[in-house]
């Protein structure tokens, strides 16, 4: 199974006293287990370095990406810019990203279904939010490491 990982997941993983803390580490913990393949995209680690700079320095950054191993990074081509760009004008709502249109459009392109995020546009957008009870239906477990 496929997962993509938005920036919300990510910070919630890096930071202890995020809410979403122990979820996100049980949760990252079980996709690993689970042999799920785990994506992101370039636009989203610009997005989510910039945050971990900005509040946490480059020691946290640099750790961060150091624990990337497991992560398929995709690239958003042109097209997809493009694409992500056109929903993101045509959605025309403040809270609502171009990174996260362009996140979108590469899990279409890519064919993922779930979301590892603590952000309910994925939802609003037809994509399953990853939480525990998914993770176990669709995959059994075997063995992994990583952040």
């Not at 996100?24 to 610009?46: D, R």
């Not at 370095?49 to 509040?55: D, S, T």
């Not at 995709?74 to 810019?81: D, R, Y």
């Not at 890519?110 to 399953?128: C, S």
Request: aromatic content about 12%; overall charge negative; some cysteine.
């Amino acid at each position: 199974m496929k997962a993509f990982t938005d920036t919300s997941a990510w910070i919630a993983l890096v930071d202890a006293n995020d809410i979403n803390h122990p979820l996100a580490s049980h949760l990252w913990k079980l996709l690993i287990s689970h042999g799920w393949s785990i994506f992101t995209t370039n636009y989203v680690l610009v997005e989510t370095i910039a945050i971990l700079q900005r509040r946490y320095g480059m020691s946290v950054v640099a750790t961060f990406l150091q624990g990337l191993a497991p992560v398929q990074i995709g690239w958003i081509s042109q097209e997809l810019h493009t694409r992500g760009l056109n929903r993101f004008l045509h959605e025309h709502r403040r809270r609502l990203s171009l990174v996260d249109c362009t996140s979108f459009e590469f899990m279409l392109h890519e064919g993922i279904d779930f979301a590892y995020a603590f952000d309910d546009h994925f939802r609003e957008f037809g994509f399953q939010l990853i939480r525990e009870h998914n993770i176990h239906a669709n995959n059994p477990p075997s063995s992994g490491g990583g952040l």
